[in-house]
């Protein structure tokens, strides 16, 4: 499975990005996804997450209400959209993809979300 990130950007506090993530190669094996972000010296963290079928999601506490997943299965894609951003939310962002049976972690290259204040 093969993960591209994009959508990244510079952007002032309270503006909106929305990142994409497409997915391309054996992607019947994932049953779920998300984006992660990791900023200089701290560990990356989960920001969202959605499961196939159900479609269910769940958000880090600390962008709940502000940012949306989703996922266009048709496109093998999935999104991000941000909004009310704010310079704690600068971090590079990782697509992931979890395969259902191995439960393998295939990642994205990232792409940068920078926001000024």
Excluded: H
């Amino acid at each position: 499975v093969q993960l591209v990130e994009s959508g990244g950007g510079l952007v002032q506090a309270g503006g909106s990005l929305r990142l994409s993530c497409a997915a391309s190669g054996r992607t019947f094996n994932i049953n779920a996804m998300g984006w992660y972000r990791q900023a200089p010296g701290k560990q990356r963290e989960l920001v969202a997450a959605i499961i196939s079928g159900g479609g269910s999601t769940n958000y880090a506490d600390s962008v709940k209400g502000r940012f949306t997943i989703s996922r266009d299965n048709a496109k093998n894609t999935m999104y991000l959209q941000m909004n009310s951003l704010k310079p704690e939310d600068t971090a590079v962002y990782y697509c992931n993809a979890r395969a259902s049976i191995s439960k393998y972690n295939y990642w994205g290259q990232g792409t940068q979300v920078t926001v000024s204040s």
